[in-house]
């Protein structure tokens, strides 16, 4: 499971990890991702070994959806836009 949440001293939102076998009993899992940028309504996926994490992000005004890819939930591929009202064509 992935929730954001708001920390003194650095930006909100940040996007952490959960795991639970049971779903009753929670355990931190990865690293915080990205605590220096917003990084809201994070929605995380797994598919042929690699976790996808969803999260919205703020640019040139706008909210964008960006995509990036870990295996451990500690080292992350540079997001990817996956949803934006910008023309990134131009």
């Known amino acids: 499971m992935t929730y954001e949440y708001c920390q003194s ?9 959960l795991h639970s076998r049971d ?6 899992v990865g690293k ?3 605590t220096r940028e917003y990084t809201a ?6 598919s042929n070994g690699y976790y996808y994490l969803f999260y919205l992000d703020r640019e040139s ?3 964008t959806t960006l995509a990036s890819r870990s295996t451990d939930l500690q080292t992350w591929s540079a997001p990817v ?7 990134r064509n131009r």
């Open 9 to 17: 001293g650095q930006t909100c939102f940040s996007a952490a990890f």
């Open 23 to 28: 779903l009753q009993n929670w355990a931190s």
């Open 32 to 34: 915080t991702f990205n």
């Open 41 to 46: 309504c994070p929605t995380i996926r797994y």
């Open 61 to 63: 005004g706008y909210f």
């Open 81 to 87: 836009p996956v949803l934006s009202p910008l023309d």
